[in-house]
């Protein structure tokens, strides 16, 4: 009995020996696993993040080209512009003044068009293109400084470069409605680079918008897409300029401020403060549930008044009622003496810029624009900050030159259609009296030139579009 009770106490005592050591091997594997799951979720955690931040960083180079594209786009969009006024410059000065541009221009266009990863696609004749516009731009300058005329062939070859900048322009709009639809990309175009293909065997991996006829069309220009100067035709620092029409006017407060406000959107609405906008011209904002309203702290003037835009904007009017329909708000503001000049219609709103005119001068300078409804005539935008900032009684006098000798300075290159007298900003923010031709060119374009009124200076000239839903310039 002892010895088969020595027995089990010794069977005991290896099931419970082979039974902690099985406990200890388990535990082992559970920390193992746990271990090797751990080790799983930090490579996944990483992978992950590795994957974001090449996801992020191809992002933000794609953000890169595309911003390279517009601003490639923009700078030979002027090319185009500039190279039609360059065939209609009548005197040495303007000619000298667009030829600078043009080097500009075309030397800003190579350094955005070097960012971009199509070395490969062989865009040398783009770059070709740039260097020969910025050059032969000067070159003609330089003749027409020395008092030689230029002639019919050096004119024709602005036109020959103007038609291959518009032709090749086409290319590059496609280019960039596929890089906005998402159709290619330029991650694409290096993969399929980097691969060594030929480059007259891309046809076959690329949409048509990378092959070889789009890029040989991008040989030379991009889009020159025409748009509305809203604050007017010469005004690039129309708003840099300390106001002329409030400087010696005594401040108000914000509650003298909210009754103008008040009145000019109506009795009923609730206006209600809400900031002070420090600026060239400091104002008094505020806003209710259906506007905002500017009051200019020096004399209490209306700067805008802004009303939310509605959606799917029925067309009843058309636009001479809608300019109409303006005149009457100005009007009604205290505001008289102003005449439409230019306009654009973008889904049923149409966009007027009036222009301050007396005895018969048109003063560019001081200039107000308004968003009219075409539906019912509502004002949507009132701004009438520019003619705040250069609004004044102005003792014009009588032009030291007559409208033929004024003429003179106008390219024979141009039909003159129609003249006046027009009051211009310069870029030295002066002012400055013109006679304003309207003209037609040899090939077809309408263009206005400004001759100064006193020394037949010939001071501006812009492009004049005009189609059923705008009247623009560039």
């Known amino acids: 009995m002892h010895a088969i009770s020595k027995e089990y106490e010794n069977k005991k ?34 992978g992950g993040y590795t994957y974001w931040r090449n996801v992020q960083y191809r992002r933000t180079m794609e953000y890169g080209y595309r911003r390279a594209v517009q601003e490639a786009s923009e700078n030979l969009s002027n090319i185009s512009t500039d190279l039609i006024k360059g065939m209609y410059a009548g005197t040495p000065a303007q000619l000298s003044q667009i030829s600078a541009k043009l080097w500009k221009e075309a030397a800003s266009a190579k350094s955005a068009i070097s960012v ?183 004399g209490g003037q209306v700067c805008y008044v802004i009303y939310p835009e509605p959606e799917d904007i029925p067309v009843r009017m058309t636009p001479k009622q809608a300019i109409a329909a303006g005149q009457s708000y100005l009007q009604r503001l205290g505001i008289s003496s102003m005449r439409e000049t230019y306009y654009e219609i973008d889904d049923g709103m149409m966009t007027i810029n009036f222009a301050y005119e007396t005895d018969n001068v048109t003063c560019y300078t001081d200039l107000i624009k308004v968003d009219v409804s075409l539906s019912d005539g509502k004002v949507y935008m009132f701004d009438a900050r520019g003619y705040l900032v250069n609004h004044q009684e102005r003792n014009l006098g009588v032009p030291a030159l007559t409208v033929e000798q004024a003429q003179q300075a106008v390219s024979s290159q141009l039909t003159v259609e129609n003249t006046r007298l027009a009051l211009i900003p310069t870029e030295g923010q002066n002012e400055v009296l013109c006679w304003e031709f309207t003209c037609t060119g040899t090939a077809g374009d309408h263009v206005l030139v400004y001759v100064n009124a006193n020394n037949s200076a010939e001071e501006k000239i812009l492009i004049l579009i005009e189609d059923e839903d705008s009247v623009l310039t560039k």
């Open 13 to 46: 005592g290896w099931d419970f020996m082979n039974e902690s050591r099985e406990a200890s091997m388990s535990g082992a594997g559970r920390v193992l696993i746990a271990l090797l799951a751990g080790i799983a979720v930090v490579l996944g955690i990483w």
């Open 116 to 298: 971009l990863p199509v070395a490969e696609l062989h865009l040398d004749k783009t770059n070709e293109f740039l260097s020969q516009v910025g050059d032969y731009a000067m070159y003609l300058s330089r003749k027409s400084s020395n008092g030689q005329s230029l002639t019919l062939e050096e004119r024709q070859n602005f036109q020959r470069m103007r038609e291959y900048a518009d032709r090749l322009s086409d290319a590059v709009d496609d280019l960039e409605d596929s890089l906005e639809r998402g159709d290619i990309t330029f991650g694409e175009i290096e993969r399929i680079v980097a691969q060594g293909q030929d480059y007259d065997n891309l046809d076959e991996e690329m949409p048509s918008i990378v092959t070889n006829t789009s890029l040989d069309a991008m040989e030379g220009g991009f889009s020159a897409y025409p748009s509305l100067i809203y604050d007017g035709p010469f005004s690039d620092h129309i708003m840099d300029r300390t106001p002329v029409i409030t400087k010696n006017s005594a401040v108000i407060d914000s509650d003298q401020a909210r009754e103008i406000a008040r009145k000019t959107v109506g009795e009923g609405v609730n206006i209600q403060y809400m900031r002070e906008e420090n600026s060239n011209l400091p104002c008094y904002v505020f806003y209710s549930d259906d506007c905002s309203v500017a009051i200019s702290k020096y």
